[in-house]
């Protein structure tokens, strides 16, 4: 039987540290609504939600947090960063309901005297006096040393110094801050390993920022070296490049370690998404874990492979995540793309028709980066519609917009046997093609019906490349869909479709008075 794991404790900082993100300000409801979810829904071991005696607004969304914490019975995993003045951030704390301090202090002499203008002997006797008024009314404390890695880069007996005045203080967990992320793995090793063996009475936190984008790196080192706890924030939110992103250093430690997290990995992408919406900044694609395009294989030979064996999965499997491997459609891509996709949809199709539909995406990979899956049920309205013989073509076709001007359009159309060529101004694009086709109507048996309603569906995803779907109801009853990466082509498309069938039904139709089409 394998040893159990030692479960390493996340501390998330998204509403303290991370607020400091240049551009975010989260209102009370939306910081409570995410600390639900860091606590019941990711399960985050403790949460930092706000600094001490920032404004009246910041305490009263600390005691929303706090009530309703507290009311779970979870109120000792919620903490406040406090300061060295006595009772000042004690009061705060109390006052909004929290009995967690993160005491900063400072952890280089070169922030100890060029910001506090102090001794290292005042500094640790006005830390012992501000903790000592913390216990004395129940708040507990923790100690961040501000500047950490500085100091025992620059000034590493100050640093410890610090470490014999602390054996002497009551705090729970020292909590060693990379501030302006400057270590790299290899350091963090080696300072963190020293000051776990000269504080082992202590629990110790590293508490990363990702400056050099050594974060997770830096994170998973401390774990490496003996660290209890790491610090991060949902998204790597956080001051400059951010701090120590949730999601990657979580999997990283359950992959990469003989240690476990408390983290549930099935709800990372669905808290990702939200903070996205509430802050307003969005992840890359690519961004490990979370992003969208990390379980999307392009290439036709990757999915192959896994057609074939699952050759290209790898222990970042998507189902930990809540989530599915998807297999892009483009240039790129290959029979296999087409078959996997074809499987999870359900949908069997002759091998004439794979062809036609591997064409189709190659084709308009030309012209777009990826095809999804979500644009298949759109190319296979057209692929497999009743083949009809084409009377009528659209060859060429102009289209300029303007503001403040008419639409104008250009367009040079084949039917039957002759070619013609027709313009026409509109008040859009579509109107303005309507506009060109219709001055030329009198070449064709048929007249043109007027535009019952006109729908356009875009896939889900908020691609502005993503393929359109336009579905035209004719005033005549006839209904018609395009299908193209630019909305006025695929409604364009949607009247070619129009113009064959009603020259097949030409015998059936009257002629109707005509109203001019505008959308």
């Known amino acids: ?107 280089s002499l070169h922030h100890l005297e060029g910001q506090l203008r102090k001794t290292p002997k005042q500094h640790v006797a006005d830390i012992a006096k501000t903790v000592e008024y913390c216990v004395s009314n129940g708040i507990a404390v923790n100690v961040y040393f501000e500047d950490w890695s500085n100091g025992c880069l620059n000034s590493p007996d100050y640093v410890n110094y610090l470490y014999e005045a602390c054996l002497d203080i009551p705090f729970t967990r020292i909590m060693l801050p990379d501030t302006l992320g400057v270590l790299n793995p290899n350091q963090v090793t080696e300072f963190v390993g020293d000051a776990i063996g000269k504080l082992n009475k202590f629990r110790i936190d590293f508490h990363g920022h990702n400056d050099y984008g050594f974060a997770t790196a830096n994170s998973l080192a401390a774990v490496l070296a003996g660290a209890d706890g790491i610090h991060c924030t949902l998204n790597g939110l956080g001051e400059r490049a951010g701090n120590t992103c949730l999601d990657e250093v979580a999997v990283a430690i359950e992959d990469h370690t003989d240690r476990k997290t408390r983290i549930n990995l099935k709800r990372l992408k669905e808290v990702s998404k939200l903070i996205e919406a509430l802050t307003g900044l969005r992840i890359s694609d690519n961004k490990p874990i979370t992003g969208d395009n990390v379980f999307t294989q392009t290439a036709g030979i990757h999915a192959d492979g896994d057609k074939k064996g699952n050759l290209y999965e790898s222990r970042l499997n998507p189902k930990r995540f809540g989530r599915d491997r998807e297999y892009a459609l483009g240039k790129l891509s290959g029979r296999a793309n087409i078959d996997l996709n074809l499987r999870k949809m359900g949908i069997e199709l002759t091998e004439e028709q794979k062809k036609k539909l591997l064409d189709k995406v ?158």
């Open 1 to 107: 039987m394998s040893p159990k794991k030692k479960t390493v404790e996340i501390m998330d900082t998204t509403l303290r540290d991370g607020e400091q993100t240049s551009g975010v300000s989260l209102t009370g409801h939306e910081k409570l609504t995410i600390a639900q979810l860091l606590i019941e829904g990711v399960r985050a071991d403790r949460i930092e939600i706000a600094s001490a005696r920032v404004s009246e607004g910041e305490r009263q969304s600390v005691s929303r947090i706090m009530e309703w914490a507290n009311s779970q019975g979870e109120g000792h995993r919620v903490e406040c960063l406090g300061f060295t003045d006595h009772k000042g951030s004690a009061d705060w704390l109390l006052s909004a309901g929290c009995k967690v301090m993160n005491l900063l202090t400072k952890g």
């Open 362 to 519: 190659i084709e308009l990979g030309d012209n777009k980066k990826v095809v999804t899956k979500d644009d298949i049920p759109f190319l296979l309205t057209e692929l497999l519609e009743t083949p009809e013989e084409r009377s009528f073509e659209i060859l060429n076709s102009v289209l300029v917009s303007s503001q403040g001007l008419s639409a104008t359009a250009a367009v040079r159309v084949r039917y039957r046997d002759g070619v013609y060529e027709a313009n026409g101004l509109g008040n859009g694009g579509y109107d303005a093609f309507m506009t060109a086709l219709r001055s030329i109507e009198e070449r064709f048996d048929f007249e043109i019906p007027a535009v019952g309603d006109y729908e356009v569906h875009i896939p889900p995803g908020g691609k502005s490349d993503a393929l359109v779907e336009t579905t035209i109801t004719w005033a005549n009853g006839l209904r018609t869909r395009g299908v193209d990466s630019d909305q006025i082509m695929a409604a364009i498309e949607a009247t070619s479709r129009m113009m064959n069938l009603m020259d097949r039904q030409k015998g059936m139709v009257k002629k109707k008075d005509k109203s001019k089409t505008r959308v």
